[in-house]
């Protein structure tokens, strides 16, 4: 991949891909082969996109069409794909956001569906419903109902841990 | 106050580290981690070496004077390569720029669709593999005549009044039979054993993702 491409194609988007990654992966390692994973396929794909969606969106179908159907490392067979090696230490800190509230919800969200997960990522990225069913796939009426299924489900999540 | 998720979510990302993108190195290089690209990996190192085998086997086959196990064997695995190929040609196709649903499920039928063929393939392949074995021995040279002749000729000495087919006994005929209807019956089944081994909760997660998605559609 030249890097003309990723700078000018991937990494204006790069707040998307990191957002959704960070919701399937429970590592600073996953996450990053995940983020490379994502941007290998954008790449890939990238002859396939007919501009009959906007490039957001197609960047958005890629990653989550990649994150549902990545095949999870096993920890005893971690490779790194990331030339810096990562210490146990920087990864632990690596992972989390400064902020704590944010933390919380990630883990709130990690504990959904995989669906969910796309659903309410989504959403909480102001998409419209009629934007989250063509991403994904579905009816667009269904939508409204699930997203509110699925914030209280957060908020129950949420309170247990806060309480 | 109590704040809501959408809050939660904007506040949390306008700090500087919350969207620091990991470095990229040399991504072109890398082994994908992608369900799709390592069906393909696999397939195609599968392919190679099917092919490989076979054509060693040939070789071999004609050295040790079972030429007839060696042909049929390259024949038949040729003809599965072949239709193999065809196969990871439609994996090319899946464009991941599809909405979730119409990915997986092109994912879905396409997994679908090689399972069924390779499942069809094995009911024959494992009898023909048994069968081309039998015959590669039954007619491989053994000092001037065939071993398996020479081998009914043995059976005659100890049991002359054993009943014949065409110069082969009816018992081995029937042993014959059974291990071929077994292979035949086992042959889907085996395949799919060994799928499931390597491919079963990658299989499983999909139809649950399908589920999940068919279940908002509806």
Request: hydrophobic share 45%.
């Amino acid at each position: 991949m030249s890097s003309d491409f990723y700078k000018t194609s991937i990494l204006p988007f790069a707040g998307i891909i990191i957002k959704l990654c960070r919701a399937y992966t429970n590592s600073q390692e996953d996450f990053e082969d995940y983020y490379q994973e994502v941007c290998l396929q954008i790449w890939r794909s990238k002859d396939n996109f007919r501009e009959e969606s906007q490039w957001s969106t197609w960047v958005y179908r890629i990653s989550l069409n990649v994150c549902l159907t990545l095949l999870k490392k096993k920890k005893n067979n971690v490779q790194h794909f990331v030339s810096d090696s990562i210490t146990a230490e920087e990864t632990e800190d690596n992972f989390a956001f400064s902020d704590e509230s944010l933390n919380l919800l990630y883990d709130a969200i990690r504990k959904l569906s995989e669906i969910d997960r796309a659903v309410i990522m989504l959403y909480l990225e102001e998409k419209s419903q009629k934007e989250i069913a063509e991403i994904i796939g579905t009816n667009p009426n269904n939508i409204g109902v699930r997203v509110k299924r699925i914030k209280i489900r957060l908020k129950k999540i949420l309170d247990g841990k806060i309480n | 106050m109590e704040k809501s998720i959408e809050n939660i979510w904007k506040e949390g990302f306008l700090e500087s580290d919350a969207l620091v993108a990991p470095k990229v190195n040399n991504l072109y290089n890398q082994k994908s981690i992608h369900i799709i690209d390592k069906f393909k990996r696999m397939f195609k190192i599968n392919l190679i070496a099917i092919v490989a085998f076979s054509f060693v086997f040939l070789v071999v086959s004609f050295f040790v004077g079972i030429p007839i196990t060696g042909i049929i064997f390259f024949v038949t695995l040729s003809v599965l390569v072949i239709i193999n190929k065809k196969l990871l040609k439609g994996l090319d196709k899946i464009n991941k720029g599809l909405s979730s649903y119409q990915y997986l499920k092109t994912f879905n039928e396409w997994m679908k669709e090689q399972i069924a063929i390779n499942k069809k393939m094995s009911t024959f392949l494992y009898p023909i593999i048994f069968m081309a074995m039998v015959l590669g021995f039954w007619f491989k040279d053994a000092k001037g005549m065939p071993l398996g002749e020479r081998l009914v000729n043995k059976i005659l000495y100890s049991f002359p009044d054993i009943y014949l087919i065409y110069g082969v006994p009816l018992i081995g005929i029937i042993i014959m039979v059974l291990i071929l209807g077994l292979l035949v019956f086992f042959g889907g089944r085996i395949y799919m054993w060994d799928f499931n081994i390597v491919y079963g909760r990658v299989f499983k997660k999909l139809k649950e993702l399908m589920t999940d998605i068919e279940s908002l559609r509806s």
